[in-house]
């Protein structure tokens, strides 16, 4: 099974100009649909004063959770150019928020299209495009007597927990590469007293 898919190591930034118009890009490494409304929010109070906050964002192992939005430019004339890159670098748990500061003159919709898929590209050139694994978490309950097993099962594939909690029972999170999952089930199910739960 392919599990592996690129993404942005870190936020970057592009720029575009054009008859006195700005587009600043901003790229960001995203999760999940949460997060995303978290930095669009803090993108919007940021830029308070800007005409457009238009954006695009992809997630997954096969982009299949997507969304592009014109913020009150003409149809398709901002979203889907800023979508369509995505697309072009094959980027995942991505999101890119191209922000417009008018400039007085028209750009006409070609002029737009150019504009917002020329802001998104330099923010992607200006960040680092890294290989990610697509992974899915398990959470385990077990109790104290089978820590030992757990915990050389997570290590012999080479895991590593996200959280632990220990209380009257162990509860802990691991995410696992889709490549390993049916792998780390048949493992962990073997674990008298041990369940689990997929997130």
Request: glycine fraction near 10%.
């Amino acid at each position: 099974m392919n599990d592996r898919y690129k993404s942005i190591a870190a936020p970057s930034e592009g720029l575009y100009k054009d008859n006195g118009s700005r587009f600043i890009a901003l790229a960001y490494p995203v999760r999940e649909e949460t997060e995303i409304k978290e930095i669009l929010s803090s993108v919007k109070k940021k830029y308070y004063d800007a005409r457009h906050h238009c954006y695009a964002y992809r997630l997954g192992l096969k982009g299949d959770i997507f969304r592009a939005n014109d913020d009150g430019e003409p149809s398709s004339s901002a979203g889907k150019p800023i979508f369509n890159q995505l697309l072009s670098y094959g980027l995942s748990d991505i999101l890119v928020i191209v922000v417009r500061y008018f400039g007085g003159i028209k750009l006409g919709i070609p002029g737009l299209i150019r504009a917002y898929k020329s802001a998104t590209a330099d923010a992607i050139e200006n960040g680092e495009i890294i290989e990610k694994t697509a992974e899915r978490d398990y959470v385990l309950e077990f109790g104290y007597m089978e820590i030992n097993q757990v915990m050389k099962t997570i290590k012999d594939m080479g895991l590593s927990p996200l959280s632990q909690e220990f209380g009257m029972t162990c509860r802990m999170t691991v995410p696992v590469r889709l490549g390993l999952c049916n792998a780390f089930e048949k493992s962990v199910s073997e674990i008298g007293g041990c369940h689990f739960e997929k997130k």
